[in-house]
Nanobody, 124 residues
Framework: QVQLVESGGGLVQAGDSLRLSCSAS????????TGWFRQAPGKERTSVAA????????YYTDSVKDRFTISRDNAKNTVYLQMNDLSPEDTAKYFC?????????????????WGQGTQVTVSS
């Protein structure tokens, strides 16, 4: 059982940056693909970014490409999401998730372990 804890959310202004962190309880965290998802009120939870076990392969949804960067430090059992040039459209609760998968990193249904989320609010 992998336990995930997100941190780093907050209230910022448009154009600002935030770095989210996802810390895992398991030393086998490096065995899992890790993704970031977000959910705005009244909307579905959607994929934002994902990273392969070794950090070589990454995936980003189109709306965050060139603004967000996902990375991981397996020695620290932590995955990061650097978010730059934030806009009000990025306002959502951000969730970290882990999965033992080899494809379709953006598929929410394929993730087995989820954190409780961290709120990101961007004011205009």
């Amino acid at each position: 059982q992998v336990q995930l804890v997100e941190s780093g959310g907050g209230l910022v202004q448009a154009g600002d940056s935030l770095r989210l962190s996802c810390s895992a309880s398991e030393r086998t965290f490096s065995s899992y693909v890790t993704g970031w998802f977000r959910q705005a009120p009244g909307k579905e939870r959607t994929s934002v970014a994902a990273i392969s076990r070794g950090g070589i392969n990454t995936y980003y949804t189109d709306s965050v490409k060139d603004r967000f960067t996902i990375s991981r430090d397996n020695a620290k059992n932590t995955v990061y999401l650097q978010m730059n040039d934030l806009s009000p459209e990025d306002t959502a609760k951000y969730f970290c998730a882990a999965a033992n998968i080899y494809s379709h990193y953006d598929s929410r249904e394929r993730y087995d372990y989820w954190g409780q989320g961290t709120q990101v609010t961007v004011s205009s």
